[in-house]
């Protein structure tokens, strides 16, 4: 196992299109999460899935965001009608609870880098 | 409101010169502490981690973290640092048991020869 992948590192879209990113969590990690990093600042949660269902999502996932999960393996986020505000890092990163659903480390992707032009 | 906060955005050390990063977190109870590195358009790589017991925490790469309650706070310390440590360092924390992590505004380390 390779670890997190996403893909792809990098796109370049014009504002109003819409973009999707992939993730492939490590195998056998049930949770998946997707964070979206701006220049200078922390990692921010976006949502997060166990297994297919999605369990959260911030308030910061507006309706122009979509996250899917179908299978319970890889993830997809959607942006419809991108706008300039939208460019970032999108951080995709899976976990497996340990005993009892105790916290553990979370794996992170390279991340996929958007940029609205 | 609840928050983790490092108060210096940047740093600069000379290498084999001791480091001390700082992290304060605003939290009711005790959270779940980690810190990140993130090296240029990389992902972030788990240093350590606190959940409980032993307040000193060792990590990888020389790294440890100490566990202060009485002033909320979980400092990262390396005792001599390696040009190849020049990163951005995120302080993070996990309050309930969806391994969501709340992170830090991050301080960027420069080591110079």
């Known amino acids: 196992d390779t670890g997190v992948s996403q893909d792809p590192r990098h796109k370049i879209t014009k504002r109003g299109q819409n973009v999707t990113f992939r993730c492939d969590p490590i195998s056998e990690h049930n949770r998946l999460y997707w964070y979206r990093q701006t220049l200078g600042q922390g990692p921010e949660f976006l949502t997060y899935f166990q297994n297919e269902a999605q369990l959260e999502k911030s308030r910061l996932l507006s309706d122009r965001f979509s996250a899917e999960r179908p299978k319970g393996s890889f993830s997809t986020l959607e942006i419809q009608r991108t706008e300039q505000g939208d460019s970032a890092m999108y951080l995709c990163?899976?976990?497996?609870?340990?005993?009892?659903?105790?916290?553990?480390?979370?794996?992170f992707g390279q991340g996929t880098r958007l940029t609205v032009v | 409101a609840q928050s983790v906060t490092q108060p210096d955005i940047h740093i600069t050390v000379s290498e084999g010169a001791s480091l001390e990063l700082r992290c304060n977190y605003s939290y009711g109870a005790t959270p779940y502490l980690f810190w990140y590195v993130q090296s240029p358009g990389q992902g972030l790589q788990l240093l350590l981690k606190y959940f409980s017991g032993d307040t000193l925490v060792q990590g990888i790469k020389g790294f440890e973290a100490e566990f202060k309650r009485s002033q909320s706070s979980f400092n990262l310390r390396k005792p001599s640092v390696h040009w190849s440590d020049a990163a951005e360092y995120f302080c993070a924390v996990v309050i309930d048991n969806t391994d969501k992590l709340i992170f830090g505004t991050g301080t960027r380390l420069q080591v110079f020869p």
């Open positions: 990163a899976s976990s497996q609870p340990g005993q009892g659903g105790l916290n553990t480390e979370a794996f």
